[in-house]
């Protein structure tokens, strides 16, 4: 079982700054090897294979490096399934996951949705998909400086609020404040319990 984030960068062309484009290769270069584990194309479309249990965190950790920029989103769709056939590249391979991926993608724009998911299994879609669109309710709205914070609480998990004020040059009140503006406790309990879920896929 593999999941395939399928994405585009919304509003890419009123951005002048390539900032967004070399902070993405850099974390999606984390993950993997280019075009088998990740893909760029099309200058802002993305496609990613990863786990099923590291998806969600991939997608959220993505949306916070392109929130970093005042004018940007990004849209993703999710599918969790079968790889039935890998290439060389991670946009030809092809599969139950891919197939759902690809499909929920398509649908997002229509639904006014910046990321869902498609598991295969219509009840968990249900939930999880009402839980994201709750969470996106306050993920959409990130300021730079709270897509910031999320970015570094996900890339340094063990980092106390000190050793992030540290890192920033700010002090530990300015860091929890940001915490609690981003609501990462809500972020950081979406993730534990997807990642409880889906440890068995």
Do not use: C
């Not at 760029?40 to 479309?45: A, H, K, L, S, V």
């Not at 299994?121 to 400086?145: C, G, H, I, P, Y």
């Not at 992030?164 to 609690?180: C, F, M, T």
Request: cysteine-free.
């Amino acid at each position: 079982m593999v999941a395939i984030i399928t994405g585009d960068i919304i509003n890419s062309q009123r951005d002048s700054s390539s900032d967004w484009m070399a902070n993405l290769k850099s974390f999606l270069g984390s993950l993997g090897n280019s075009p088998l584990d990740w893909e760029i194309y099309r200058g802002d479309e993305f496609q990613i294979k990863t786990s099923p249990q590291k998806a969600l965190r991939t997608a959220i950790h993505i949306k916070a490096i392109i929130k970093m920029n005042k004018s940007l989103d990004v849209r993703m769709g999710i599918g969790i399934g079968s790889e039935a056939y890998t290439a060389a590249s991670v946009s030809e391979s092809n599969g139950e996951a891919h197939q759902r991926s690809g499909r929920m993608f398509e649908t997002l724009k229509d639904q006014k949705l910046n990321l869902a998911m498609a598991t295969g299994d219509e009840q968990k879609d249900r939930s999880l998909n009402l839980m994201l669109k709750l969470a996106l309710d306050f993920m959409d709205n990130w300021s730079e400086v709270s897509s910031e914070i999320v970015r570094i609480t996900l890339e340094y998990p063990s980092e106390s609020q000190q050793e992030i004020a540290d890192r920033l040059g700010i002090k530990q009140s300015a860091v929890s404040q940001r915490l609690q503006r981003a609501r990462m406790d809500l972020v950081l309990d979406l993730l534990q319990y997807y990642e409880t879920i889906t440890k068995k896929v």
